[in-house]
Every structure is written in C-alpha cells, then in structure tokens.
C-alpha cells in the first residue's frame, strides 16, 4: 500500500500537542481517536465510574488521555461500543482560567465564580454540539 507523504504529514503534525486543539474542532478531535492507542488500557478506567487523579511529568499524554475521554463520551450517544456508559455526557474544563488560589475569603470567591461560570458554559458548549438544534430551538422538547 503506497504512503500518502500529506497524510503522513499530516498525522504527525495534527497531533504534536493535544491541548492544542480547540474542543470545538471535532474534526479533529476525531483523528485523535483514530491515532490514539490505549496501550495500557486507562481508557476504559478514565470514562469508568469512579473517579481518577492522573499524574505525570510534562508530555506523558496526560492531557491526550483526557482528551481522548472526552472524545469518547461523545461517542457515547451514538456508539453503543464505546468504553463509556450509554449517554455520557462529558465535559471538558480547562482551568488555567482560574490560576488564582488563595486563603482570602473574598479573592476565594472570585476563584469559585471563575470555576462555576467554567462549567456552565463547558455544560452549555457540550450540549449545542450534542444537540445542534438547541441553538435554534432553546424549549425543544419542553411542553
């Protein structure tokens, strides 16, 4: 089978830094799971039930991983084979946003505003892509 050089291309320069792409860009974070070998099996325990710390020095794939969790909670909506529960809805939070922690209860609550506001929109985020139509539609499905 002869090689595509642009694809090889490509694939390699897709993929340098995960946190790179955009969580918007499904196109890409399509060929991320379509690259991504889970040679040690975290995947099924990073989408699984109970909850995991992820720990490890700069560039071991941590942030691929969890992008790679993301992608596949998608998938769980239209993919009954995927390693994460039916219907999974995933969120994805990139807290450089909220750096600031402190002992000060009034800079504290700066923090949890930040943090809280982070979630609703990431919320918000997940189920116009999962839901296109909402954006049209805000009520749908309520009576």
């Not at 694939?11 to 995960?18: D, E, H, K, N, Q």
């Not at 196109?27 to 989408?47: C, H, M, T």
Request: glycine share 6%; aromatic share 10%; with cysteine.
């Amino acid at each position: 089978m002869p090689l595509d050089s642009r694809a090889v291309q490509d694939a390699f320069t897709s993929m340098l830094r995960t946190d790179y792409i955009p969580l918007k860009d499904t196109a890409r974070l399509n060929l991320l799971s379509r690259y991504y070998v889970d040679y040690f099996g975290y995947l099924s325990q990073i989408v699984g039930e109970q909850d995991q710390l992820i720990v490890g020095r700069r560039g071991t794939g941590k942030t691929t991983l969890l992008y790679r969790g993301f992608i596949e909670c998608m998938a769980s909506w239209t993919d009954a084979s995927c390693a994460a529960k039916p219907r999974t809805l995933g969120i994805y939070l990139d807290l450089s946003k909220c750096q600031l922690l402190t002992t000060e209860p009034e800079e504290f609550l700066a923090f949890e505003h930040m943090v809280v506001s982070e979630i609703c929109d990431a919320i918000s985020d997940e189920l116009l892509r999962s839901w296109p139509e909402l954006k049209d539609s805000p009520c749908l499905g309520s009576a």
